[in-house]
């Protein structure tokens, strides 16, 4: 379902809809299925070797990915650009810091910044925190007049061309694309027959608010995966970034009690102190990270090992991991 900013009357009820309509198809299919278990056909079963199924190949003795990061060189890290470094204050003092992606959504990350700039988010709230899913903020449905220069319907960057990408491309298979890897530090998916890319949902992605089609929201109502990556919402709203520090202060605040997480007493919202660009900070305490450069051997090494957890641990490789399940290492530098 589309994470909605405003109008959650109107996306409660098609939510609804869309959960019988899913109703009546689980029933459908179930139907289906007792009728061919009752007549002996219940399809084709998996077999070692058979031609259409993947079967993993566990590998022993790979580096503990903890490992890898502690001895990669200072080479196999890019440093986080002070203009893609969104920093959110809360009020109770914790902070969230989220690079941005203007590579993927470039519109939408100029709208963050312009409206960073302009304290569109300082007074604000974290307003929904639903579980196993995102926690958003902004100022949900107060009539806030937008700052100058912000695009008020900014295009559907929801893919980008796959050329000049250049990705590392992980050889397992995905459930929801036909091709999965990384570029530039950023999970990622691809089609190579249309030649489109896409961020993906993984675990603090931030993608941007919006009502329904064919809205594409301003970016200033943001979100975090704070659950299991919903990788259905891929292609459907704008990816403008991650959080790499501070996820914590997002995911571990109580859960809205009404639809969709959303939270009535404002009493009990977050409160938002401040967002700032890292560029508008003070050089002295401006904070400064690093991404593991995924075209580096170091990273090909981290990728080997989270496909084949060993250690005084794990008594059986996996032999296989899905693209949010390569979370790129991100460090403090300096």
């Not at 806030?144 to 559907?156: D, I, R």
Request: overall charge positive.
């Amino acid at each position: 379902m589309p994470v909605c900013s405003g109008r959650r009357e109107r996306s409660r009820s098609i939510e609804r809809g869309r959960a019988l309509r899913h109703s009546r198809a689980m029933r459908s299919r179930l139907t289906a299925l007792a009728v061919l278990a009752l007549a002996g056909c219940t399809g084709p079963t998996p077999g070692a070797g058979e031609v259409g199924f993947w079967t993993p190949q566990p590998v022993g003795g790979a580096t503990e990915p903890s490992v890898v990061v502690k001895d990669a060189p200072a080479s196999d890290w890019r440093p986080v650009a002070p203009e893609n470094l969104l920093l959110m204050d809360l009020a109770d003092g914790a902070r969230v810091a989220i690079e941005l992606a203007p590579d993927f959504a470039p519109v939408h990350v100029a709208n963050i910044r312009a409206l960073a700039r302009a304290g569109w988010w300082n007074g604000a709230k974290v307003y929904r925190v639903q579980d196993n899913y995102v926690a958003q903020w902004g100022v949900n449905e107060a009539p806030t007049p937008l700052p100058s220069g912000v695009v008020k319907a900014p295009p559907a960057e929801y893919t980008r061309p796959l050329a000049a990408l250049a990705p590392r491309a992980l050889a397992f298979p995905d459930s929801y694309a036909a091709r999965t890897g990384h570029a530039d530090g950023w999970p990622i998916a691809w089609n190579p027959a249309s030649g489109e890319a896409w961020l993906t949902h993984c675990y603090a992605t931030v993608g941007v608010g919006r009502d329904l089609a064919p809205d594409t929201g301003t970016g200033g109502e943001l979100y975090a995966v704070i659950g299991h990556a919903p990788r259905h919402l891929d292609r459907n709203i704008a990816v403008v970034g991650r959080v790499i520090d501070g996820i914590d202060a997002l995911a571990a605040r109580p859960r809205g009690r009404e639809a969709l997480g959303f939270i009535k007493d404002e009493a009990n919202q977050a409160g938002i102190a401040r967002v700032r660009l890292a560029a508008d900070v003070p050089a002295a305490e401006r904070p400064r990270y690093e991404v593991m450069r995924t075209d580096s051997s170091s990273f090909d090494s981290y990728v080997a090992g989270r496909a084949n957890r060993g250690g005084t641990f794990f008594n059986l490789p996996a032999g296989g991991v899905d693209l949010c399940n390569v979370q790129v290492p991100v460090r403090k530098a300096g």
